[in-house]
């Protein structure tokens, strides 16, 4: 009997349903992570605010990443980016091209660090926000190479480096922070972490991509990459524009709530947000499944929409706890878990928490619309995107009326996404384009 329920289980395991699982689970430990990271931050720092700010920013310029990873993830499935040993030479070629833009993004972020503070809405921080465009730079390598381990199947280890990633931030932010360098320190956790584990998605790539006896991310004179840097990227055009909006959408409101709240109300309404996004990040993972399969499925003739709605489907499961809980338990849960000064706009959690699962949902469509290769919804969404920070600058400045605004325009953009990627069957797309 063990042994039948362990291989039910091992089935279950390899299943398509399992591995999406498998990978939405990696996110929420990731999440739970990044939570006890918000806690650490907010009773360590004064101005929580600013670093949440921030964050919202490095957020937003992480963005290229993402769609890089998407488009990486796509067509290493699919062989376009070489296979074996031609796809680690193709991600090494890359890796190097990235160490010298990161060199030079640096100095032009650094040059510009005060208008940038003050864009942000951090002025007292020139410094923490120059660390903003190469932690972006830094980040698009980390997802460069997660694709590629996306692209070979093995989604283990992209869950683990999901989880390390806020593991490593906590533990060098919290130490930076701790040691007096305050929110420069727990900001410049991220770019650590980003570090660290692009080390290791490397290492796990020339475990299983090398040949015997080949040092690490040694390329030899004369090799070619299958396709260049500069062109991956421009054929991802559309993917990084689509999840720029979808960024400023989850992000934006932050930094308008720093501009628009007093000090101590816009970390309370941060702490808020920090909490009503933890179905943000089981769509992301669940995402990491999501793209890969839809690609094969489509390059194969099959119906894709299955993907989507299993995927949809996780995330709904996660959502009705959570919902539940900020529903009737937001004011205890803030006051017990961020302290009193910060439980003094628990009445925007529950619509916070609304908003973002919404969004989780929009995210899934966005990222299922970019590996069927389609674009006609960006228009649509990028002109909501454009919308909501004009709207939330004028609203009110409570934030309960300021949260329900963000969820009446996270409502609109998923019923946009889900009314083009469900309108009809995406295989007769493809037959009849």
Known sequence: MPSRFANQLERLRDSDTGKAAGLAAAMIVNNVIALVTSVVFARLLSDYGALAALISYLTILTVAGQAIQVSTARDGALGRLGEGEALLRTLERWSRTLVLFTVGATVISILLRQPIADLVGVHSHPWAAAAGIPGGCVYLALCTLRGGLQGIGDYRSVGLSLIGEQGV????????????????????????????????????????????????????????????????????????????????????????????????????????AVAAKVLIWVAMGASFYLVPETSRRRSAGEDTRGVLLRTLAIVAVCAVPCLLIFAF??????????????????????????????????YLAVQYLLALRRSRFLLALAVLAAFEPLALAHSSRSPASFATLVLAVQVVGALISYLIALRRPPQLIVLGS
Request: charged share 10%; with cysteine.
């Open 329 to 362: 338990g937001a004011h205890p849960l803030i006051e017990l878990v961020f302290g009193r000064r910060r439980a003094i706009a628990t009445d925007a959690v529950l619509p916070l928490a609304a908003a973002f699962t919404v969004l989780a949902g929009t």
């Open 169 to 272: 931030r906590l533990i060098a932010g919290g130490a930076l922070a701790g040691l007096g360098m305050g929110v420069g320190g727990a900001y410049l956790g991220s770019l650590v972490a980003y570090v660290a584990m692009s080390v290791y998605c490397a290492a796990r790539l020339h475990a299983q991509l090398a040949p015997a006896g080949r040092g690490a991310w040694s390329l030899g004179r004369g090799v070619v990459a299958a396709t260049g840097f500069g062109r991956h990227v421009w054929v991802s055009a559309v993917p990084i524009s689509a999840l720029a909006v979808v960024q400023l959408l989850q992000n934006v409101d932050l930094i308008t709530a720093k501009h628009r709240f007093s000090e101590s109300v816009a970390s309370a309404y941060s702490v808020d």
